[in-house]
């Protein structure tokens, strides 16, 4: 009896094998485009959340009749480590009868698949992932929509110079600023973004701590904060460790004039909710969220709607938007090219494309350079007022002036 | 028949590239090849008793070097196969240290820690590794890069690798070297009381597991060009995964651990490709019911089990010996427990 | 000097929180012996219990324990009935993989019916600090630390004086012996192990003012737990409390003076290098081939 188990256990672990020559055969009356976001494992959270954003394009887009002429299908896998990247992408691209890949969040895992995708010389569209490397490494049929890393910190930089030192009574090259971050992939390139920025913009770069997200306790480094005394505290967090910094640096008395956090952890609601009236004042540098000048990111209230509609909750983060105007790229040019998406016709297409600032959802423009690096998108300076993350700089998607106001005060 | 079996199964895997057209079929091949030589390279340590959880530390370092070498000092990566075996083989010397004072469960929870600290190093060490950020591998193609524009030479490859993790475990297993490691897991008390030298052989385990890992990681670098501390030393992919492929096929046998990643590897691809999309997280959901229910099934390992069948077709002759690590050396063994 | 303090003063209330979350996992191993790789899971569960009590009927934590804990020991003992009695004969291997199988399950499925995103709760008490002149003492990682006091002692006092303990005791030291002696083998089993889980289920409720629950946090407390248990000398109640400040003060101290990237990779290191020394762990006894009782 036991031995027939077992032989039924290894002929269904076998089955799968058979799996392995079938190819999806539907392709021909739809657009295929590749999908890959991690909505499993430690980043499923915000992987989760910027697929809804490409989902959302992708639905709207069909609703208005598709891309020339054709409605758009996904073809989506879920990628929870580099390995799973590698393989769904191998696997899309071969089996799936995918010509274009999309996504990723991550970068790490973006650029796994960029790896293998450019390598086979097809295109892979970024629509989310801040790594300076992705459009560093020489190939001509990556694109990516999204601001890369340095121009977050240039951002930082720029604000604390034009806005924050006046505020503070003092020159920019007086301010000292200490830097925090979480040790992955985003965290790290902002960090090294900032020290070269930094060093440019002449401002006092007292500290680096990095630490790891899932630490338990970060009482270290407000302590090593406390420690350098610096004027200003920038911060990259991923997601329950912003809380985690918020909550330990009221309950140690962290005292400095000014925090900027970096995105991430810093722009969820659920920050909010954790922290209630202590988030207030807190700045924070990232993609568009919902508070912003509406005139300045035409067809926002019309994505957040229909996100509503469709997940009965409103938008977790900036992070969704993100990937929805980047998809909303991807289709504008296929539009362009009727749908073909060889290289050959693709990257003048792209190169061609032109949509200035202002004009998408989230007021970030499109016009890449020839390494496929999308110049007019640009990171926007938010702050937490009474309870909500709105846009205070530049002055084009601003709500609201900034204000100084102590932070973890209340 | 047995012969035949083989016989053809080797004529076809040395065919197939040249059949198979779907870049992701040989995809599958090779990174079920990559997971059959990097068990059967655990389960060499494994056949003395300890079960290490911390094989991605001696992954992780030979790929970091020949990755680093490679970018940094343009090093061919064949000579970082050289340099990143030995610095495996470094980290053997270090996991040495807690496998021969520690047994069972406390050497597994010390090879936990050592991948650990390993990870928190490369993330940190950024201007070595360029931390979590991670390195990129330029693109090139040949034989002297390891690195190839088709599937097929990559599929050659980690077919050799495989073959050479098997027979390599296979000369040790029926090796004096073999016996002695079986008798140390079975009692290592005993083993020592014949005269057997424990903690040399058991370093000749440990030296030749780690450094196959250590190689597996330089080859399979060049295949994912890319490096970053959570993948190179990350104990689901390459610690955890080997050791639940050999525990399924079952441990201490040679042909166990080969198994166990043939089954397991499709299996979680194919979970994951499937069911992933559905619901977040079903699809591990699934593997996981799937491992109780094997362990529950055949607590032994599958290969085991199946052993009186392919004896009695003549494919076994001695079949293995059941060398799980049990109880540990000192309690008397296991009673069956009469319902109390 | 103030600093000073400071650091050793959030490190002791680290400690005492991880101690609180490491004695399940002591009297488990202890009794069953089984390193269950599923604790972290275990103590997440207790967490979300508790949230999902928080957030529906506003039930306090603290008073959640109530119903968190019977709810946890349900939990264990059907886990140990179903799964890892069955395999009692197989090697201790098996059986930790058998809990990793588990693991894989439960995250997954705290993932299918939570998604990725993190719980907090937001109390009165959740940034609350008491201040004695300059030094901030978190309110609700001190009532965690009194937590482990009592239930450390508790437990201590239970395995010293009462039948069950001895009963506990006995089957840890040597099962065949126990059931010579008329103990009920496997009765004593499930109790060790829905006690294990009860009691991590109260620290998960405890832990829930101050930190945020979310699936793939099992995981890092699971590394740490095992830590904890291993230096304390496993199935010492004693021990495991003092592995737990132990390692709480190593952490504190490593992240402010060397890097808080450093933290866990130093306490890492100093595990294995006190391992080295003394296998059997800071308060073990015997000569580190584990199962040495409950003391």
């Not at chain 1, 394009?57 to 590698?86: L, S, T």
């Not at chain 2, 201490?252 to 979680?268: F, Q």
């Not at chain 2, 992933?276 to 593997?287: E, I, K």
């Not at chain 3, 239930?151 to 506990?168: D, N, R, S």
Request: aromatic fraction near 12%; charge should be positive; proline fraction near 5%.
């Amino acid at each position: 009896m036991k031995k027939v188990f077992i032989i039924l256990i290894m002929v269904s672990l076998l089955l799968p094998g058979g799996f392995m020559g079938k190819g999806d055969s539907r392709a021909a009356e739809k657009l295929r485009v590749g999908v890959i976001y991690p909505i499993s494992g430690p980043m499923a959270l915000l992987g989760e959340e910027s697929f809804r954003g490409a989902e959302i394009a992708r639905v709207m887009r069909n609703n208005k009749g598709g891309v020339a002429g054709q409605q758009i299908e996904y073809a989506f896998a879920d990628i929870p480590d580099v390995n799973a990247a590698k393989s769904e992408t191998e696997r899309l691209l071969s089996q799936g009868k995918v010509k274009i890949m999309t996504g990723a969040y991550s970068s790490s895992l973006g650029l796994a698949a960029s790896e293998v995708t450019c390598r086979k010389n097809l295109i892979y569209f970024s629509v989310e992932g801040i790594a300076d490397q992705f459009v560093e490494r020489g190939y001509k049929t990556i694109f990516a929509t999204d601001p890369r890393a340095k121009l977050f910190s240039a951002a930082q930089v720029k604000f604390m110079q034009q806005w924050l030192a006046p505020q503070l009574n003092m020159k920019a090259n007086e301010l000292r600023v200490s830097f925090i971050h979480e040790d992955s992939a985003y965290g790290s390139s902002v960090a090294r973004n900032f020290e070269k920025a930094a060093k440019a913009g002449n401002v006092k770069l007292v500290s680096v701590i990095p630490y790891s997200p899932k630490a338990v306790d970060l009482s270290s480094v407000i302590l090593n904060l406390r420690k350098d005394k610096p004027d200003v505290v920038v911060a990259v967090s991923y997601a329950a460790d912003a809380v985690l910094l918020g909550r330990q640096s009221k309950e140690l008395g962290l005292d400095i004039k000014a925090f900027i956090g970096n995105g991430g952890g810093h722009s969820l609601t659920s920050f909010q909710e954790a922290l209630g009236p202590t988030t207030e004042g807190i700045l924070n540098v990232d993609f568009t969220q919902f508070e912003v000048n509406y005139d300045f990111c035409p067809g926002l209230k019309e994505f957040v709607a229909t996100y509503k509609q469709m997940y009965n909750k409103p938008p977790l983060s900036g992070h969704s938007t993100c990937s929805f105007v980047g998809m909303n790229a991807l289709f504008d040019i296929l539009e362009k090219t009727k749908g073909d998406m060889d290289p050959k016709v693709f990257r003048p297409a792209a190169l061609a494309h032109e949509l200035p600032p202002g004009k998408s959802a989230n007021g970030w423009g499109v016009k890449f350079n020839e390494h496929g690096e999308n110049i007019w998108a640009d990171p926007f300076m938010m702050q937490w007022r009474d309870g909500k993350l709105v846009t205070v700089w530049p002055k084009g998607p601003a709500v609201m002036e900034p204000k100084l106001i102590k932070p973890f005060s209340k | 028949m047995k012969k035949l079996f083989f016989a053809v199964l080797a004529l076809a895997l040395l065919l197939a590239p040249l059949v198979i057209e779907s870049s992701f079929v040989l995809h599958m091949f090779i990174l079920i090849f990559f997971y059959i030589a990097l068990s059967v390279a655990w389960n060499i340590l494994a056949l003395s008793g300890n079960v290490s959880l911390g094989h991605c530390a001696f992954f992780g370092l030979a790929a970091y070097t020949s990755a680093v070498l490679y970018i940094k000092l343009g090093i061919l990566p064949w000579f970082g196969l050289v340099a990143g075996v030995a610095m495996a083989l470094l980290g053997a010397i270090a996991m040495s240290l807690p496998m021969l004072r520690l047994r069972g469960p406390m050497f597994s929870l010390a090879t936990i820690a050592f991948g650990e600290v390993l990870r928190q190093v490369a993330i940190t060490w950024r201007d070595l590794t360029a931390g979590s950020e991670g390195l990129t591998i330029p693109f090139e193609t040949g034989w002297l890069y390891l690195m190839f524009s088709s599937k097929a030479p990559f599929y050659y490859l980690f077919l050799i690798l495989a073959v050479l993790s098997i027979y390599i475990s296979h000369r040790l297993y029926y090796s004096a070297v073999g016996y002695h490691l079986r008798a140390i897991a079975a009692d290592a008390e005993a083993a020592q009381s014949l005269g057997i030298n424990t903690s040399r052989v058991q370093m000749i385990a440990l030296f030749w597991s780690a450094g196959i890992t250590g190689a597996l990681g330089v080859f399979f670098t060049q295949y994912v060009y890319m490096i970053e501390p959570e993948w190179a030393f990350s104990m689901m992919l390459f610690s955890v995964q080997p050791v639940l492929n050999g525990i399924i096929g079952g441990i201490g046998t040679v042909s166990g651990p080969v198994l166990g990643a043939i089954l397991m590897t499709p299996l979680g691809e194919y979970l994951r490709s499937y069911l992933g999309g559905l619901h977040q997280g079903f699809n591990f959901f699934v593997y996981g019911l799937i491992l109780i229910g094997v362990v529950m099934v055949a607590p032994g390992g599958i290969f085991p089990s199946l052993v009186p069948l392919l004896k009695a077709k003549g494919w076994v002759r001695n079949g293995p010996q059941e060398t799980t690590p049990s109880s540990p050396p000192g309690n008397p063994p296991s009673s069956k427990e009469t319902s109390a | 000097m103030i600093d000073f303090i400071q650091v050793a003063v959030s490190g002791i209330l680290l400690g005492g929180v991880y101690a609180l979350l490491s004695v399940g996992l002591t009297l488990i191993f202890g009794v069953v012996r089984i390193i269950n790789f599923a604790h972290g899971e275990l103590l997440m569960i207790g967490m979300y219990l508790s949230y999902l009590l928080f957030a529906s009927i506003g039930l306090n934590p603290y008073l959640s324990v109530f119903l968190v804990a019977p709810a946890l020991f349900a939990i264990g003992v059907i886990v140990q009935r179903l799964v890892i009695q069955p395999i009692q004969e197989a090697s201790a291997m098996m059986k930790v993989f058998v809990t990793c199988g588990l693991f894989i399950v439960l995250q997954n499925l705290a993932l299918m019916i939570f998604r990725g995103d993190y719980r907090t709760i937001q109390m009165d008490i959740s940034m609350a600090a008491l201040n004695f002149s300059g030094i901030s003492v978190s309110l609700p990682r001190l009532l965690a630390f009194a937590a482990a006091v009592l239930i450390f002692g508790g437990l201590y006092l239970l395995l010293k004086y009462t039948f069950i303990g001895k009963a506990l005791r006995a089957v840890a030291e040597s099962r065949p012996m126990a059931q010579l002696m008329g103990i009920r083998v496997q009765r004593v089993n499930m109790l060790a192990f829905g006690l294990g889980a009860a009691l991590t289920g109260i620290a998960g409720a405890f832990l829930l003012p101050f930190t945020s629950v979310y699936p793939t946090i099992g995981s890092i407390y699971t590394l740490v737990a095992f830590v904890v248990v291993v230096l304390g000398g496993l199935g010492n109640m004693v021990g495991a409390f003092l592995g737990g400040l132990f390692i709480g003060l190593i952490e504190s101290f490593s992240g402010t003076y060397i890097s808080p990237a450093l933290k866990e990779a130093t306490y890492f290191v100093i595990f294995i290098l006190i391992l080295l020394v003394r296998p059997q762990g800071l308060f073990g006894m015997g000569k580190g081939t584990e199962e040495v009782g409950l003391k």
